[in-house]
């Protein structure tokens, strides 16, 4: 079995796949104050609320945008699996065509995301991350990732705007009754919901625009992250995006295929 784990900004996602078959796909807190040996106990929970057995664990792979969790999370996962993971980098195969600028300021979470999308879509693909920040990122025909589009995430909007307005509290989000809330909190939850979905249709739009003629009407709408299944149900359903919550694990299975090879054990589990 595989242990898949993608450190973000608020959370990491972590999974378990045996085979192409994610048996496990849980999120935590991204808390840079916790120590390896916590981030241990709180992998091992996890496996032990799914029935999993640490002892099947063979093999690992890590992405992280969070450079102070890397080392951290990197040393959890091996004392507790006894396997070292990959850690998605530079000099690792990912198998994807970065035509941006600078492919190194690509993030690895959006190389998990677009790699996986590649896994189970043909190009063009749009993928749709609704984690810390909103991002749009373009495969073309191709299969070329062009780049990507980068806004204030759900929650980051909405702390911002608790912070930045005095009479406006901090709140938990909740599905919007009206588009017109009758209270702050109505008021806050419609605004931040069918904002971003308002946000995520038009940056569809204006990417199949910049397309133009390379078979606008073929591309595949793909939805992940945190705050996706908040979002997504409040876009246009013309679009047709597909929630896809575990595409960054298939995507970290694909890379680890790409790089698989005979591993040690680090030490009992």
């Not at 919007?176 to 979905?197: C, E, K, Q, W």
Request: aromatic residues 4%; charged residues 20%.
């Amino acid at each position: 079995m595989l242990f898949a784990c993608c450190v973000e900004n608020s959370s990491i996602q972590l999974g378990v796949l045996d085979g192409d078959r994610v048996a496990v796909d849980a999120r935590v807190a991204a808390r840079a104050d916790r120590s390896a040996d916590e981030y241990e106990v709180i992998f091992a929970g996890i496996l032990a609320l799914h029935g999993i057995d640490p002892a099947r664990i063979d093999a690992a792979v890590l992405s992280s945008v969070v450079r102070p969790l890397t080392a951290t999370v990197g040393a959890a996962i091996a004392r507790r699996f006894g396997v070292k993971p990959l850690v998605v980098g530079p000099g690792v195969k990912t198998g994807l065509d970065i035509r941006t600028d600078v492919a190194t300021q690509v993030g690895a979470d959006l190389v998990a995301n677009a790699v996986g999308a590649l896994t189970i879509a043909s190009p063009p693909v749009l993928v749709l991350d609704f984690g810390t920040a909103t991002t749009l990122a373009g495969i073309d025909v191709h299969g070329l990732f062009t780049g990507v589009a980068i806004a204030p995430g759900v929650r980051t909007s909405l702390d911002a705007l608790s912070a930045k307005a005095a009479e406006l509290p901090r709140i938990g989000l909740e599905p919007p009754r009206s588009l017109f809330g009758r209270n702050t909190i109505d008021a806050m939850a419609s605004g931040t919901v069918y904002g971003h979905a308002a946000l995520a249709d038009g940056l569809v739009a204006r990417a199949r625009e910049e397309w133009g003629a390379d078979a606008p009407s073929q591309t595949t709408l793909l939805a992940t992250g945190e705050w996706a299944e908040s979002i997504v149900p409040h876009c246009d359903p013309r679009n047709g995006i597909r929630l896809v919550p575990e595409l960054s694990l298939l995507g970290l299975k694909r890379i680890h295929d790409l790089n698989a090879r005979p591993r040690t054990r680090e030490g009992p589990a």
